[in-house]
C-alpha cells in the first residue's frame, strides 16, 4: 500500500440514519440525517446514500478530468451523476450505484473510453470493485 496523503474523520452520533448527526473532525460538516420520506421516514435531513454518491460523483469526476488531461483530450461541460440505491433483501441491505458520465467536445467512443478509464482510476470506483454492481454510462451533448 502506498503512504496515506490524507484522512477523511467523520462521527456519526445519535440514531445513526434515523434522525442521528454526522460531523466532520474540522466541523465542516454536520449535517442531520433522515430516513427518506420516500422509504416512509420523516424525510428532511440528507441521508448515507447521498453523502456516498456526493463523494463518488465528485472523486470519479477529478478522475475523469485527471485522465483526460493526461491524454490531452479537451473535454468541455462534464459532470459526473452518481445514483446509489439502498436494496433491501431478505439478509439484509446492499448497495447498487450508476454512474452516469456527462460531457462535450469529445465523440461517443472518446467519451465511453474516459468513463471507463476514469472507473479503473477512482478509488471510490476501485473500493467497491467486485463488491456492488455498478454501471458506467457516457452521454455526450
Same mark, same amino acid.
Given at each position: 500500500?502506498?503512504? *496515506?496523503?490524507? $484522512?477523511?474523520?467523520? %462521527?456519526?452520533?445519535?440514531?445513526?440514519?434515523?434522525?442521528?448527526?454526522?460531523? *466532520?473532525? #474540522?466541523?465542516?460538516? #454536520?449535517?442531520?440525517? /433522515?430516513?427518506?420520506?420516500?422509504?416512509?421516514? =420523516?424525510?428532511?435531513?440528507?441521508? =448515507?446514500?447521498?453523502?456516498?454518491?456526493?463523494?463518488? !460523483?465528485?472523486? +470519479?469526476?477529478? /478522475?475523469?478530468? +485527471?485522465? &483526460?488531461?493526461?491524454?490531452?483530450?479537451?473535454? %468541455?461541460? !462534464? &459532470?459526473?451523476?452518481?445514483?446509489?440505491?439502498?436494496?433491501?433483501?431478505?439478509?439484509? +441491505? *446492499?448497495?447498487? @450505484? /450508476?454512474?452516469?458520465?456527462?460531457?462535450?467536445?469529445?465523440?461517443?467512443?472518446?467519451?465511453?473510453?474516459? &468513463? @471507463?478509464?476514469?472507473?479503473?482510476?477512482?478509488?471510490? !470506483?476501485? /473500493?467497491?470493485?467486485? $463488491?456492488?454492481?455498478?454501471?458506467?454510462?457516457? %452521454?455526450?451533448?
Amino acid at each position: 500500500m502506498s503512504e *496515506s496523503t490524507y $484522512t477523511g474523520i467523520a %462521527t456519526s452520533t445519535g440514531d445513526g440514519r434515523a434522525g442521528g448527526r454526522s460531523v *466532520s473532525d #474540522d466541523g465542516l460538516l #454536520d449535517l442531520t440525517l /433522515a430516513v427518506p420520506a420516500a422509504v416512509g421516514g =420523516p424525510g428532511g435531513g440528507t441521508n =448515507p446514500e447521498q453523502l456516498f454518491a456526493a463523494g463518488w !460523483s465528485a472523486c +470519479f469526476h477529478s /478522475a475523469l478530468k +485527471f485522465i &483526460a488531461a493526461q491524454r490531452k483530450i479537451p473535454v %468541455t461541460d !462534464s &459532470a459526473v451523476i452518481a445514483e446509489v440505491t439502498l436494496h433491501q433483501n431478505a439478509d439484509g +441491505f *446492499s448497495l447498487s @450505484a /450508476a454512474l452516469h458520465v456527462e460531457m462535450a467536445g469529445v465523440s461517443q467512443e472518446t467519451a465511453d473510453e474516459l &468513463a @471507463a478509464a476514469a472507473h479503473q482510476t477512482c478509488p471510490y !470506483s476501485k /473500493a467497491v470493485s467486485g $463488491t456492488i454492481p455498478v454501471t458506467v454510462d457516457a %452521454t455526450v451533448a
